[in-house]
């Protein structure tokens, strides 16, 4: 008998290359075949997801369900809905991909090895670990935490200390990696290239790191107690730690030049060039063979591995679309209006922090993030769409320090065996000093571009 979870990963692949051929050969323009597949695969792997996510996924589904039936539209208008993340959807399941070469080349254990190298140096390896966080997390997401953590894991570090490390590093890539489903559906909702975008969301994200760092050299440090011990790192490859980091520009560049050249949705050819630069990785390193068995246990296990992501994001493309069919959109958009006109760094510093407040309340930013995306028009506010999307990136950044229901708080919590409570409440004043600067450092673009 053929198992729930292989069924599951069986309609996951069948609907992502029914998703695709559509896009591109357009046989269902109206995304009625496509939509109705889509709502039922939502439904089906819906027992796959656990937790709040769950619980977020079925109040978006239901909130926008009640909207539409209230406005009486028909499913032509109901299907098409439930495919307004499917890009977002398909980048969400592929760009793991990049961790098969990383872990069969062993690029992983050098990273380990450079941290332990420092363990005994609290100023210096705490640099190391958002650092580490800042590079390797920007292309293997949330995976960069386990590696981290498998390193300081073996010293005496306070929990309080590592639970603000890997929290503060991990927020500051979300603002600015081409390879993170939330920063495209911003770019995606807002019509923007990546690289109208990056640089700017680049070096915010780079302030962050620096001034997490300053903070806890400043402020932190004394306040924690230390017993280390050094940890034996043994000879470390540097020469493989350069070739990582090259690695990881060469991607980026290449993701750069194919925006520049393509007028479509990027997030499809990021999936693609993600898939075909792992296979070239592995077959330059001599471990294709490997890769191959990788990647069929990788599709395996698609399915409950990324339920959790899958669904909230395909909820909350539906329950934007169903906003967008109310005078919710109206209302906000007065009142950003009424804000823009008395001041534009009040507006800036209003979003971020009423996104970060609902964060730290337990509503998930996507939910408001993606009402935001289907409500607001940013030139009537007074800024360009660049502007609003570094807003909205560092408005999902600072929600991240603070939130008890994001995936980032979640594994920490579970690596360090800390309540989330606690968590947040080690990242909360860190927030607030990130929410004042994020907004006059978004303000000053805002007067320069």
């Not at 990027?266 to 990647?295: D, Q």
């Not at 009537?380 to 609003?388: D, L, R």
């Not at 929600?399 to 360090?416: F, G, H, K």
Request: proline share 3%; net charge positive.
């Amino acid at each position: 008998m053929v198992s729930y979870r292989k069924i599951s990963n069986y309609y996951t692949i069948c609907l992502v290359f029914l998703f695709l051929a559509n896009y591109f050969f357009s046989f269902d323009p109206t995304y009625i075949l496509v939509g109705s597949l889509t709502f039922a695969y939502t439904l089906f792997i819906l027992p796959s997801t656990t937790g709040l996510s769950r619980v977020f996924s079925v109040g978006m589904l239901t909130i926008g369900a009640i909207i539409l039936i209230y406005l009486e539209k028909p499913w032509i208008d109901w299907a098409p809905m439930f495919t307004q993340n499917m890009v977002l959807v398909i980048l969400i399941l592929f760009v793991p991909v990049l961790t098969i070469p990383l872990r069969i080349g062993k690029y992983h254990e050098e990273v380990k090895n450079l941290l332990m190298k420092y363990s005994d140096k609290p100023q210096v390896l705490y640099a190391g670990i958002t650092s580490t966080v800042f590079i390797i997390g920007s292309f293997i997401n949330l995976g960069s935490l386990s590696i981290v953590h498998s390193v300081v894991d073996k010293n005496n570090f306070k929990k309080a200390l590592l639970g603000k490390a890997y929290v503060r590093g991990f927020s500051s890539v979300i603002i600015w990696s081409p390879f993170f489903a939330t920063v495209f559906l911003i770019l995606f909702s807002l019509d923007l290239s990546i690289g109208s975008f990056l640089l700017y969301s680049f070096l915010l994200g780079l302030v962050q790191l620096i001034v997490a760092n300053i903070w806890f050299h400043v402020y932190e440090k004394k306040l924690i107690g230390f017993e280390l011990r050094y940890v034996d790192a043994g000879r470390i490859n540097y020469r493989k730690i350069s070739k990582l980091v090259l690695i990881v520009v060469i991607l980026i560049v290449i993701i750069l030049i194919t925006d520049r050249l393509i007028e479509q949705n990027m997030s499809l050819y990021i999936t693609l060039i993600v898939v075909f630069y792992s296979v070239v990785w592995s077959f330059l390193i001599g471990k294709i063979v490997i890769f191959k068995n990788e990647a069929k246990q990788f599709l395996n296990s698609i399915i409950p591995g990324r339920a959790n992501e899958v669904v909230l994001f395909l909820a909350a493309g539906f329950f934007s679309k169903a906003i967008a069919e109310t005078t919710f959109g109206d209302q906000l958009q007065g009142l950003l209006i009424y804000l823009g006109e008395r001041s534009i760094l009040l507006v800036i510093f209003t979003i971020i922090s009423f996104t970060a407040c609902l964060a730290f309340l337990g509503i998930h930013q996507i939910v408001s993030i993606s009402a935001m995306l289907a409500s607001v028009a940013p030139a009537e506010i007074g800024f360009s769409n660049v502007i609003f999307a570094l807003i909205l990136t560092a408005s999902w950044s600072v929600s991240t320090l603070i939130s008890p229901t994001t995936p980032a708080n979640v594994i920490s919590s579970n690596l360090l065996n800390v309540k989330i409570t606690e968590l947040v409440k080690w990242n909360f004043p860190f927030a607030i000093i990130m929410i004042c600067l994020y907004s006059v450092l978004i303000y000053l673009y805002y007067l320069v571009l």
